[in-house]
């Protein structure tokens, strides 16, 4: 047998509905946001992945599934979705829009070599938003209350936004040399991977899911003692309208995001559940204003954030949302000998076209069964074909909850149906 490869897995049944479920929010919240949704190609050119995360990001520097094509092209399976869409803004001249500033929406999935283990796959799927055009605080504040309003329409409250500021390059630089002072005595204690980011990125030494909680990380000195006056009031102005917008957040100095091209604001949308392990992240996101220039586009500021569709289904899960999920079907139609099928079979379709949720059996089964099978795809309604009745123009229903059964007339069966759901 062939199964599927390490760190995947398949979609269907209740994961399927979940699966859907998550999609069809996400995308409802955005248009009231006004995203436009946008999709960009699965693989890359490698260096797109290699300029914008980084050299030095967990991504790409063990996580990336790089591959030759038969054409001899260094090809990446996206990490991620920021660079994409920001190639695709650059290569397609959106910067030359009047309708500033452009506001997308995707959803799809990601690959990452990673260990996998609870909410923590190689093929996993996201859905995010980019921004690109815009510095406003006010964008950042939209940015982060989409986020937690999503989560929040789905019903996921135990929530808290986690936030932070890298400050402009001069405040990060700044904070870069303190916190690579104050580690350097330290450096021995941690990880063998903090030891190698102390060179390649000091910063991110302060997200290690190893170190987190050890003394020389919890001492270290905090960004926000060397923000510059600029980045300091962009920040406070972040934070107010959070709290004008309702938004619950605290402010994290630890939360720095792995990858290179994060500045000012950086937030993480966190759940405090169990079956998440070590995996509590749902969203995560922040501004990267040098971004499309680092990618040889005009200068223009950008923000965003990724969810994992992956996580949010194991949450939605343990929020028992199944029981919203599972409704089952409208109507079960019943029919026996070929004349009954051939009636149901029309029936089926114009019911399907009155938007109601129908079936009925092509397996050939008896009528017991086919009531069994009704009952397992909890259907609301049955409908009883029976050839005698046909003759006379009647049809018979059951209503599965309140148990009634009526007969009803042929010409009337569709309004009945509908009023009566
Ligand atoms: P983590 O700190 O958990 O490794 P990350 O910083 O690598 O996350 P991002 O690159 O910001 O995560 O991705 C955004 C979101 O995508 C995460 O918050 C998480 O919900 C989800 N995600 C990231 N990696 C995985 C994975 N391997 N499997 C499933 N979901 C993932
Ligand atoms: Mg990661």
Redesign the pocket.
Known sequence: MITKPK?TYDIYGENAKYYNYINGVFASVCEYYNYEYIRTPIFEESELFHRSVGESS??VSK?TYDFKDRGERNLTLR??GTAGVVRSFIENKMYGDATQPKKFYYSGT?Y?Y?R?QA????E???I?VEVLGSDSPMMDAEVISLAYRLLEEMGIEEVTVKINTLGDSASREAYRHALVEYLKPHIHELCEDCQKRFTTNPLRIL?C?VDKDSEVLRNAPSILEYLNEESKTRFNRVLEYLEYLDVDYEVDPNIV???DYYNHTVF??VADLDILG????????GRYNNLVSFLGGPDTPGIG????????MMVLKELNKDKEMNQGIDVYVMAINEEEKLTAMRLVQDLRWCEVKCDMDTLGRSLKSQFKQADRLNARMLIILNSEDLQKGLITVKDNITKEESKIDESEILDYIVSNL
């Open positions: 760190g967990d991504i996580e990490p991620e990601m990452r990673e996998p909410g923590r796959f190689r996993l799927s996201q995010g997200d899911k995001r792995g990858l993480e949308l070590s995996a509590t992240t749902l969203c995560a996101g954030f990724a969810s994992g569709i992956d996580r949010l």
